[in-house]
């Protein structure tokens, strides 16, 4: 399987879009509007995962023809309208590894177009009891493999949780404890690239699961000890490098980022003096040689170099300057290209060379959260939505205000006498899931980058050679005619 390099000087045409399965949510459950919080493919493409203020987890899967579009589970020359003609079954054209994605019932397609329906529903909702903190897939998930379709999630007050991906039943909790023997709620969730350890950050520490051993029994490490250098406060993102070397970074809310070994449990490198606040979200290069972070309230992603720890290389700018969210960026499989979205609804595109734009397109009418690529399709999936704190209906003024951060907007709003907000619809460019279809071609072949690096070496060489001989010949020439000269002179 071939990786490919997406194009961004043609504008991504919009496939699919979720919106009223987000819409139809009460009031009293989300009443600051049932917005997403990030959007994640699954590691084998066979499914979408996205979770949104009602707390609620979404698995949705990939239309089976986005797979025969792109040319998967078909025989050469035979295309999908001739597969479908002559009876081949779904399962038949599913490539290798992937799950069959579930097709709606006449019934309920019907009701569906009624109520202008979504382009597909999602095949498996999971409630959790209290605010989502943080979700992953498991790395290892192949849909050919039941038992390794799960997802790990962690909430307020809640241990953390390790879910079917099929059924949507709770496999097993991970429970770790604090001081007080209460159990302590994982701020975010990282696993190893082999799947066997679970990694979870807290409050000035990393505690470390192995994910066939659920309960209490876990490792940790402090990230800070008074008195030392460290990496202080609640560590709210980390990553695991993809050149399976065992470094982790971790972001806190302090601002500060810290690369660690988790085979000697040792910190490597503390990155700081970045970002003016806390980190949010970060993520490696596909080589594994440099680190991108982001944080709340600033407008920039800044790339550093893992291997030196010489500061940071350059930033990419993003609208994300207003807001306390987690925006979550990513980075295309072949690692070319950045994508990140922002306040302003749109995705922008980096070049992650030297950081230079490399397009930008309107995604929402809203905050885009969330972006992730397709491990192997040309498809960008985009999660926006942003809280709305909405005026009584006794309230005069404007219908609504919106902000992201905690405002006393709504202490009037929850303290008004009984009145019921208004609640204004919003359009379908907002609180909305999208999936766009890109442009792309076939990734160069590290063969063949090398060879061509290897030629303009060569190139260079031979050139640099060539100046050289034509300077001495210029000044063997130039020798010769002031011997000549002096010859002349001496004679006279």
């Known amino acids: 399987m071939s990786l490919l390099e997406l194009q961004f000087d043609v504008l991504?045409?919009?496939?699919?879009?979720?919106?009223?399965?987000?819409?139809?949510?009460?009031?009293?459950?989300?009443?600051?509007?049932?917005?997403?919080?990030?959007?994640?493919?699954?590691?084998?493409?066979?499914?979408?995962?996205?979770?949104?203020d009602d707390n609620c987890l979404r698995v949705y899967d990939t239309p089976l023809e986005a797979f025969t579009q792109a040319g998967y589970g078909q025989e050469p020359g035979i295309d999908s309208a001739a597969a479908a003609a002559d009876g081949a079954s779904a399962a038949d054209r599913q490539p290798a590894g992937q799950r069959v994605p579930a097709q709606i019932p006449a019934a309920q397609q019907q009701q569906h177009q009624q109520q202008q329906a979504d382009s597909f529903p999602p095949a498996l909702r999971i409630q959790e009891g209290e605010q989502l903190y943080d979700y992953c897939w498991f790395?290892?998930?192949?849909?050919?493999?039941?038992?390794?379709?799960?997802?790990?999630?962690?909430?307020?007050?809640?241990?953390?949780h390790l879910w079917d991906a099929l059924t949507g039943e709770l496999r097993c909790t991970y429970r770790a404890y604090n001081d007080k023997d209460e159990v302590a709620a994982a701020h975010s969730l990282a696993f190893s690239a082999d799947g066997g350890t679970l990694y979870c950050g807290f409050n000035k520490q990393i505690r470390s699961f192995r994910v066939e051993r659920p309960g209490r029994d876990c490792a940790r490490v402090m990230t800070y000890q008074k008195g030392q250098e460290g990496l202080s406060g609640i560590v709210s993102c980390m990553a695991l490098n993809p050149d399976r070397s065992g470094m982790l970074a971790a972001g806190s809310y302090s601002g500060a980022?810290?690369?660690l070994d988790t085979r000697s449990r040792e910190a490597l490198c503390l990155l700081e003096g970045g970002h003016g606040g806390?980190?949010?979200?970060?993520?490696?290069?596909?080589?594994?040689?440099?680190?991108?972070?982001g944080a709340r309230k600033d407008p920039s992603i800044l790339c550093w170099d893992v291997r030196y720890g010489s500061g940071v290389i350059y930033s990419i700018p993003r609208q994300s300057g207003g807001t306390n969210q987690r925006m979550y960026f990513d980075v295309e499989p072949c690692g070319r290209h950045l994508a990140t979205g922002g306040e302003d609804g749109v995705v922008r595109v980096f070049d992650l060379c030297d950081g230079s734009p490399a397009g930008q397109f309107a995604a929402a009418a809203d905050t885009v959260n969330g972006v992730s690529f397709h491990p192997f399709l040309p498809l960008l999936a985009t999660a926006s939505g942003q809280r709305r704190y909405y005026l009584a209906a006794s309230d005069s003024g404007s219908d609504s205000l919106e902000s992201d951060t905690d405002s006393a907007a709504c202490t009037s709003a929850s303290d008004s006498s009984g009145a019921s907000p208004r609640r204004p619809e919003l359009s379908d460019s907002e609180n909305v899931l999208c999936v766009w279809k890109c442009s792309a071609r076939p990734a160069q072949p590290a063969a063949e980058v090398l060879e061509d690096l290897e030629d303009e070496l060569v190139a260079a060489a031979d050139s640099a050679a060539t100046a050289d001989q034509a300077a001495d010949d210029n000044s063997g020439q130039d020798a010769a005619a002031l011997t000549d000269e002096a010859m002349e002179e001496q004679c006279e």
């Open 278 to 293: 806390g980190l949010t979200h970060l993520c490696f290069s596909a080589d594994g040689n440099f680190l991108y972070t």
């Open 139 to 160: 790395p290892g998930m192949s849909a050919a493999d039941p038992a390794s379709c799960c997802l790990v999630t962690t909430g307020r007050a809640h241990p953390v």
């Open 257 to 259: 980022g810290l690369l």
């Open 12 to 52: 991504p045409a919009r496939s699919y879009s979720v919106h009223q399965e987000y819409a139809t949510c009460s009031y009293k459950r989300t009443p600051n509007s049932n917005f997403l919080r990030g959007v994640k493919w699954s590691p084998d493409g066979a499914c979408l995962l996205t979770a949104s």
